[in-house]
């Protein structure tokens, strides 16, 4: 019999982590976290994201809900159809699923672009290091050679055949702001964000309210399996997802447990 009341939040290695543990995916997401601001990939703001996110995951059940299931097979069917895919990757992201963001590249032929909201040239080659350590061959970002228009300077900065030509954007756990900014490019946006009331989300063609430790393995899993589809039946099932019922149903799971 487990004692889990001996695994504390500050396991030294993952597999310290009982995967029986009733709150087993909560205490993978901290470590990782941790193990992130120990590496300078994450900074410390994005402990106070994990948290918030940590909260909502709670309040879901630990699970993907049946409308994030549809929301990630949308994302693959966009993703599938974009002729520019391009996967941002800010320092949660990196923290918690690299080696699933390769996976998802290679899956939807999309390119990897680091984007981060505290911008330091020391966090951006660590981060693109913890990718290429992850397989990643290519890493964009580091020459932000362009700018999102009406943001401020460094949150703005992109790459010029990354994120600012491409068509479909996957931004997880992405700052209101810059997912509003991307919008008004007039980008397809699939946010992944616990919170259904963020920004985020709200201004997403495709909101997944669900854990990126979930939902990416979850968007790479859908992509394999329509990897054959033709266009039409992509596009079927990205008209028959919306996004407002997506919402309103993870808000009812949260605020009532139904
Ligand atoms: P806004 O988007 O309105 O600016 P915010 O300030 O709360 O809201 P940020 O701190 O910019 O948002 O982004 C963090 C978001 O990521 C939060 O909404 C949080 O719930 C979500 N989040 C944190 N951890 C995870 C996770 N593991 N999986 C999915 N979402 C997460």
Redesign the pocket.
Known sequence: MTDYDTVSADVEEEEEIPEDHPRYQDLL?RHRIEEGVEKGITHL?GM???G???A??YLLGEETIPTAEEAERAAAAHLLLADRPVLSING?VAA?VPGEMVDLAEAVDADLEVNL?NRTPERMEAIADHLRDHGAEDVKGLEADARIPNLDHQRAKVDEDGIYAADVVLV??????R?EALDEMGKTEIV????P????PQVADVPIV????R?IPNVTAHARDLADADDDRLRGIVEEFDPDRALEAAEKRIRNGL
């Open positions: 997401t703001q106070h994201a994990e918030r996110g940590s909502f995951d949660n918690l909201f997880p756990l992405e700052d209101g702001d997912a992944v964000d616990l919170n009331l963020s920004r985020s669900d854990n990126i430790i939902a």
